[in-house]
């Protein structure tokens, strides 16, 4: 309903202008294209002309001055713009992509455009025959044999079934994944794509069928091995208009995987330098505000839980979620909606992810959540907020009760790590912080962070393991072990666990030392005390 009064308010300010002396007055009308077709909602403006959008069919009529020398059309955030200085004609057509179909052209000829239940009530013999023998092979999954019945129904009876379409993208898949060269697989993968345009043409549901389309694309198009970066970046272009415009006509009902997949190329076309770090955030907020309707509706969808889990992710990681970014996006909603708990723990989720927990929306968003839901995750951010400012007891208390209670277990391993971070850097208790960071690991053996926060607690043990320097010099043994351990458990802490292994390797008892103690190299060895860990023996 708001896109609807939103288009309104803006067709409204398009077609009221200030009234031009006739003498300096011209029509202009056309018709504007995309992808051989009219566009409708296209932005029309122009040096010393009024704007406009274009209606349903493409159409645009303008009132402008006759010394115009240029018309500008802006779909969405494609704009391009057509020299018409010395061109004195009222008719201008104009195409995005520089086609403008001849009058007749790409129109079907010959066609029926009666449904099965008229065309088997007048009992027309092409048609049922067609439809029975395609029918009978496409049970049997006869693809090849289906084809040639199915091509005639799809070319001279185009509206009958939407079954014709649903079948011919799932022969076409079963051809692309059975052909042995790129380029048999292309040519499948264009019919393909000409089968979705057919269906939008004739059932229309244009939203929905778009989003299909553009997933089949990627995921297709994608399986060339031997892409360029230029062909890459067209086939990320192309599909992140599909899907764009699906997630813009389907709003709440778009289909969650699409959201994830939108997200995905975005991230993508960011990296390359197409889209600005504002189109990022927005579509991240779109895709987000979408799956909150969705799980508001249904709030067991996993479908939907784990789809908001990755979208997340990939704006996270997309270089674009930057505190700027997100306080600048955050702030003004969270004026209008601090009271929607479900708003304020997505937002600050983001702003814990992106490193922005200082930032005074933070502190307001921790505050406001605990207030509407003293949850878990509520202390949790409440801890967080006080260690910021400066007050490691406040922050130990809420760190507690986080823990205590918190029953989601994805969110429970973070709360022991950091609490078990915050045990080692605040109060230098060694044993206590190991003891958490295994909690971390009993969730996640692969928690690498707490594989790391292990390795740091024993090279600081070693200063005051024993008074023997060669006991301490072997817990540097059981130290390395958990960096390399984390290097294996996770690229994110691949680097600095390699390197951390390689300095403190150095630490390691010489052979001689190792020899005067009767220890052979390779052989177990136990490191005692409160570490109590056993470990290989190595120089």
């Not at 300096?24 to 018709?31: F, L, M, S």
């Not at 088997?120 to 019945?149: C, G, I, T, V, W």
């Not at 967080?384 to 277990?409: H, I, S, V």
Request: charged share 30%; hydrophobic share 35%; aromatic share 12%.
């Amino acid at each position: 309903m708001k896109t609807i009064l939103r288009k309104s308010v803006l067709i409204g300010i398009a077609i009221t202008f200030t009234v031009i002396g006739a003498n300096a007055q011209r029509i202009i009308t056309g018709t504007v294209y995309r992808e051989g077709k009219p566009a409708a909602g296209v932005v029309v403006e122009g040096h010393k002309t009024t704007n406009y959008y274009t209606s349903f069919d493409g159409k645009y009529k303008i009132q402008a001055d006759k010394k115009s020398k240029w018309l500008k059309f802006t779909y969405a955030d494609d704009t391009r713009k057509l020299n018409i200085e010395g061109n004195t004609s009222n008719v201008i057509d104009f195409s995005f992509d520089g086609k403008i179909p001849v009058k007749g052209e790409g129109e079907d000829k010959g066609v029926n455009l009666k449904s099965a239940q008229e065309l088997m009530k007048e009992q027309n013999k092409e048609f049922m025959n067609d439809l029975s023998l395609y029918a009978e092979f496409y049970k049997q999954k006869e693809y090849k044999s289906a084809l040639p019945h199915w091509k005639s129904l799809f070319d001279k009876y185009p509206k009958s079934t939407s079954n014709i379409y649903i079948h011919g993208v799932k022969m076409y898949e079963s051809f692309i994944k059975k052909a042995t060269s790129w380029e048999e697989k292309e040519k499948y993968i264009d019919k393909m794509m000409e089968v979705y345009d057919r269906r939008i043409k004739y059932f229309d549901h244009k939203g929905y069928v778009l989003g299909r389309k553009g997933t089949d694309w990627f995921k297709y198009k994608l399986m060339n091995e031997n892409i360029t970066p230029e062909e890459l970046k067209e086939v990320y272009k192309k599909g992140y208009e599909w899907l764009d415009e699906s997630i813009k006509l389907q709003g709440d009902k778009s289909e969650v995987p699409i959201l994830v997949v939108f997200m995905q190329v975005t991230k993508q076309l960011f990296k390359s330098g197409e889209l600005s770090k504002e189109t990022v955030v927005k579509n991240y907020e779109t895709c987000n505000n979408i799956i909150n309707a969705v799980l508001k509706n249904k709030p067991d969808n996993k479908n939907a839980t784990l789809s908001q889990t990755a979208i997340e992710q990939i704006f996270g990681t997309s270089g674009a979620a930057d505190c700027e970014a997100l306080v600048s996006m955050y702030t003004p909603q969270f004026a209008e909606r601090s009271g929607d708990i479900d708003f304020v723990k997505s937002m600050l989720r983001r702003l814990n992810q992106a490193g922005c927990n200082e930032s005074p929306l933070f502190e307001q968003g921790a505050e406001q959540m605990y207030e509407l839901n003293p949850s878990g995750e509520a202390a949790f951010n409440m801890a967080r907020m006080f260690l910021k400012k400066g007050d490691p007891q406040k922050a130990k208390q809420y760190y507690q009760q986080a823990m205590k209670l918190e029953t989601d277990q994805s969110l429970l391993e973070n709360y022991y790590y950091e609490f078990a971070a915050f045990m080692f850097a605040q109060e230098k208790n060694l044993p206590e912080a190991r003891s958490y960071a295994r909690k971390a690991l009993a969730i996640n053996p692969k928690n690498c962070k707490a594989l790391m926060l292990i390795g740091d607690i024993y090279v600081a043990a070693s200063r005051t393991f024993s008074d023997n320097d060669f006991e301490r010099s072997t817990v540097f043994w059981v130290a390395v072990d958990y960096f390399n351990r984390a290097r294996s458990a996770d690229s994110d802490c691949a680097t600095d666990a390699a390197s951390k292994a390689a300095t403190y390797r150095a630490y390691f008892p010489n052979k001689e030392t190792g020899f005067f103690n009767g220890l052979e190299e390779g052989k177990n060895y136990q490191v005692k005390g409160w570490i109590n860990e056993t470990t290989k023996v190595r120089y």
